[in-house]
T-cell receptor
Framework: GAVVSQHPSRVICKSGTSVKIECRSLDFQATTMFWYRQFPKKSLMLMAT?????????EQGVEKDKFLINHASLTLSTLTVTSAHPEDSSFYICSALGTDKNSNYGYTFGSGTRLTVV | AQSVAQPEDQVNVAEGNPLTVKCTYSVSGNPYLFWYVQYPNRGLQFLLK??????LVKGSYGFEAEFNKSQTSFHLKKPSALVSDSALYFCAVRSYAGNMLTFGGGTRLMVKP
């Protein structure tokens, strides 16, 4: 079945530094990647949608200069949290939408990244 | 705008008993409906989806869900719960024309021995 590899699974960084999270679709092409943020015991909040080769579309209230999304290829999308602050600490999850039978034309989620900013 | 409601924050059930996790939705046009399960500090695992066809959808780990268009519901069910089913469950919807999933607030399922 379809697999999305998300790294790192956990990261601790200092305030003011930047952190990059990668999501790779391993056996299918992901034309669209979604990035979510999940607060403790809460649902997933969509941050942005990215299509390969074009700029990401950010949801209202999400700072595009703080959460940089790059979708340079059909198998790789990255989320960079720039100048991280403690309030950015959260669980970040990517989801890839496949358009081929290997992905069952569905959504495949990464395993998530726990970001802690100290 | 599309939306999903999961009216129960938590469902408690004894092992071996049937379980139901409720979901209602609102979307323009025909819905694509999904159920996902999340274990602590993990991403979402796909359980099942309804796109078209038979209203009763069977999925992974013995779960099933019934699409009810008149009630705009897509409740998740399992005939006999296992302790290992304890997790956070999310219902999600997208429209036929769009590709963005909208999630419900999640329901924590607790199965006690």
């Amino acid at each position: 079945g379809a697999v999305v590899s998300q790294h790192p699974s956990r990261v601790i960084c200092k305030s003011g530094t930047s952190v990059k999270i990668e999501c790779r679709s391993l056996d299918f092409q992901a034309t669209t990647m979604f990035w979510y943020r999940q607060f403790p015991k809460k649902s997933l909040m969509l941050m942005a949608t990215s299509n390969e080769g074009s700029k990401a579309t950010y949801e209202q209230g999400v700072e595009k200069d703080k959460f940089l999304i790059n979708h340079a290829s059909l198998t790789l999308s990255t989320l960079t949290v720039t100048s991280a602050h403690p309030e950015d600490s959260s669980f970040y999850i990517c989801s890839a939408l496949g358009t081929d039978k290997n992905s069952n034309y569905g959504y495949t989620f990464g395993s998530g990244t726990r970001l802690t900013v100290v | 705008a599309q939306s999903v409601a999961q009216p129960e924050d938590q469902v408690n059930v004894a092992e071996g008993n049937p379980l139901t996790v409720k979901c209602t939705y609102s979307v323009s046009g025909n819905p694509y409906l999904f159920w996902y399960v999340q274990y602590p500090n993990r991403g979402l695992q796909f359980l099942l989806k309804y796109i078209t066809g038979d209203n009763l959808v069977k999925g992974s780990y013995g779960f099933e869900a019934e699409f009810n268009k008149s009630q705009t519901s897509f409740h998740l069910k399992k005939p006999s719960a296992l302790v290992s089913d304890s997790a956070l469950y999310f219902c999600a919807v997208r429209s036929y024309a769009g590709n963005m999933l909208t999630f419900g607030g999640g329901t924590r399922l607790m199965v006690k021995p």
